[in-house]
């Protein structure tokens, strides 16, 4: 039976017209599944019993269940949600002083195996559901502190673009005013840089951020890194941006996680500012997060900072993003894989 999260607003509205209800109940099953959180329609009282019998005969209202929860030193709470199907995945809650940012997943596992990311070590299992990723934020208001998501992150375990019909449907549902009512501009799509998605992108006319995951300034490295490199090289990709910021007029935030002995070096910085420096972007500077199969652990401070320092003087809008939930190993992927391992 179909999950009625399936359904965008407009979709509803038509079912239920042809049932010979009015548009506005609708809006008014959204309030009680996204605002109020209803778990069962019998719960919808200002639906007539009649609609609400329907509702129940064609429609399923599933919800995930929360396997593991892990809450870091700075607040930062890590969740495992097993799906129907039994599947694991992971989402995760950050706390700031004036905003709750949800981190979710759009794929059970990931088959682009970036080389440092846990995503992958347990490959891709298959996409999420638009309804699935609709759960993993009710789970995280029904399962946090926080209760109140203000932002949203399509940058947990999978790659977004690859699953690019669901989520951008999920993302429609998300900033619906009877849903969640998460602003445009507050949600994230990060990519590893699937080039067809960034161009389907670029003509949805949604306001989102898009949030490219760089690690390296050529070709050779980033191969090493992402290999999603060999058929997406860096130049065509950063044509692709070009245009993306051109017909959006939206700025781009490129990912670029610091390993040590690998791309922290003055040079690597150097390298980056020369191919960065003519796109309308910023750059996220993430400190890498340790992950033992990989044995990779971020630079210390100074060479951070002196990276930072060195796109900033080259007009490069550089930000170094504050760790958060490394006592807890919050990367992506890593609470799946440790679950798995027991």
């Known amino acids: 039976m179909q999950d009625i999260k399936e359904l965008t607003l407009k979709e509803l509205e038509a079912v239920l017209m042809k049932w010979g209800e009015k548009g506005f109940r609708a809006q008014q099953i959204f309030t009680w599944i996204y605002k109020k959180g209803a778990p069962d329609f019998s719960q919808m009282s200002d639906?007539?019993?009649?609609?609400?019998?329907?509702?129940?005969?064609?429609?399923?209202?599933?919800?995930?269940?929360?396997?593991?929860?892990?809450?870091?030193?700075?607040?930062?709470?890590?969740?495992?949600?097993?799906?129907?199907?039994?599947?694991?995945?992971?989402?995760?809650?950050?706390?700031?002083?004036?905003?709750?940012?949800?981190?979710?997943?759009?794929?059970?596992?990931?088959?682009?195996?970036?080389?440092?990311?846990?995503?992958?070590?347990?490959?891709?299992?298959?996409?999420?559901?638009?309804?699935?990723?609709?759960?993993?934020?009710?789970?995280?208001?029904?399962?946090s502190q926080q209760q109140l998501i203000t932002h949203l992150v399509f940058m947990g375990t999978g790659e977004p673009l690859d699953n690019y019909d669901h989520v951008i449907k999920a993302i429609r549902i998300i900033n619906s005013a009877y849903s969640f009512n998460i602003g445009a501009r507050r949600i994230t799509i990060s990519t590893c840089g699937i080039i067809p998605g960034i161009k389907r992108l670029a003509n949805e006319g949604l306001q989102i951020e898009l949030s490219v995951s760089l690690h390296a300034a050529d070709d050779k490295l980033r191969t090493q890194l992402l290999p999603v490199n060999k058929k997406y090289p860096l130049k065509d990709l950063l044509l692709a941006c070009a245009e993306y910021t051109k017909k959006t007029k939206r700025q781009i935030t490129f990912e670029y996680v610091l390993i040590k002995g690998i791309n922290s070096a003055l040079p690597d910085a150097q390298n980056l500012s020369k191919i960065l420096r003519s796109l309308n972007c910023k750059v996220n500077l993430i400190p890498a997060n340790p992950v033992k199969e990989f044995k990779i652990e971020p630079p210390n401070k100074l060479e951070i900072l002196l990276f930072r320092d060195s796109l900033l003087k080259t007009g490069i809008n550089a930000i170094l993003r504050k760790p958060r939930g490394q006592d807890i190993e919050a990367a992506c992927g890593q609470l799946r894989l440790r679950n798995e391992k027991k």
């Open 47 to 143: 639906l007539t019993l009649d609609l609400r019998k329907k509702l129940k005969e064609n429609f399923a209202l599933y919800s995930l269940k929360l396997v593991n929860q892990v809450v870091s030193r700075d607040k930062t709470a890590k969740f495992l949600f097993s799906l129907k199907d039994r599947n694991l995945i992971e989402a995760v809650t950050i706390p700031a002083e004036k905003r709750t940012t949800g981190c979710i997943s759009t794929q059970v596992g990931c088959k682009f195996a970036c080389r440092f990311c846990a995503s992958g070590l347990l490959c891709f299992k298959r996409n999420l559901t638009c309804a699935e990723m609709i759960d993993e934020i009710l789970s995280l208001k029904n399962n």
